[in-house]
């Protein structure tokens, strides 16, 4: 496995110190796979903002990164959740790195943010947004040499937990089909595509919109499969 050379100082000296862009709450996820450990770090909104523009460099697959800017003014004014999963170098076990982020927001009826706007209007006869909270999955993604070992399957996890203690209905997610390990991880997790736009020139980039109800026995049964303990870094 070939590791990234850099780090991101906010996430380092959170984990050690504290850090320059506050203080997050961080989850240590032990699922039930030998020798592997996950950790979960929730952040607020400017830090988290600082370290999406910050992983988003390592993802040559998007046509477009998002600045710190940007992913404020889409949530500064929505109920919204910033996950990161951090892990240590293979070659040195003292330096840890965020390798994967998962960012979901509240969506209404009502908007009045154009993309969302077009978002409500495509999944209106799919998804009943009419006196329901339901949580959008915006943005996210694993760098590639730790893409497969579950790190986005444990955000999501743990992206389920706080949707149901907010009160949340349920959750949507917009992909394309090309990206296979994502939709095999949202079908493991019981995600049931709600709307497919195909693309004639190209399959491979056709849309596919999936949602998840939530129910409180989703609770339940992730505690079964990990065990998960919270501390302050």
Same mark, same amino acid.
């Given at each position: ?5 850099? =780090? ?8 050690? *110190?504290?850090?320059? @862009?506050?203080? %997050? ?11 592997? =450990? ?38 500064? #004014?929505?109920?919204?959740? /910033?996950? @990161? ?8 076990? %003292?330096?840890?790195?965020?390798? #994967? ?62 949707? /149901? =203690?907010?009160?949340?209905?349920? /959750?949507?997610?917009? *992909? ?43 609770? *339940? ?13």
């Amino acid at each position: 496995m070939t590791a990234y050379p850099m =780090e991101s100082p906010g996430l380092m000296q959170r984990r050690q *110190t504290g850090g320059p @862009f506050g203080v %997050g709450v961080g989850i240590r996820c032990r699922m039930r796979v030998p020798a592997v =450990e996950y950790f979960i770090t929730q952040y607020d909104l400017e830090a988290g903002a600082l370290e999406i523009q910050y992983i988003e460099e390592y993802f040559g697959e998007f046509p477009r990164k998002k600045t710190a800017s940007e992913i404020v003014n889409r949530l500064k #004014s929505r109920s919204h959740l /910033i996950l @990161f999963a951090t892990a240590s170098l293979p070659d040195d076990p %003292g330096t840890v790195v965020p390798v #994967s982020y998962k960012v979901a927001h509240e969506i209404r009826m009502d908007e009045t943010e154009p993309k969302l706007v077009d978002l409500v209007g495509r999944l209106c006869d799919s998804v009943q947004f009419e006196d329901r909270r339901i949580l959008y999955t915006w943005i996210g993604g694993t760098r590639r040499d730790w893409r497969g070992q579950g790190h986005f399957r444990a955000l999501t996890e743990q992206q389920e937990f706080w949707a /149901i =203690e907010h009160g949340f209905d349920e /959750i949507l997610v917009k *992909t394309k089909n090309k990206f296979y390990e994502m939709r095999g991880t949202l079908d493991h997790l019981h995600f049931e595509v709600v709307k497919y736009e195909r693309v004639a020139k190209d399959n491979a980039e056709s849309k596919v919109y999936l949602s998840k109800r939530l129910v409180p026995e989703l609770l *339940t049964r992730h505690r079964g499969n990990r065990t998960v303990t919270q501390a302050t870094i």
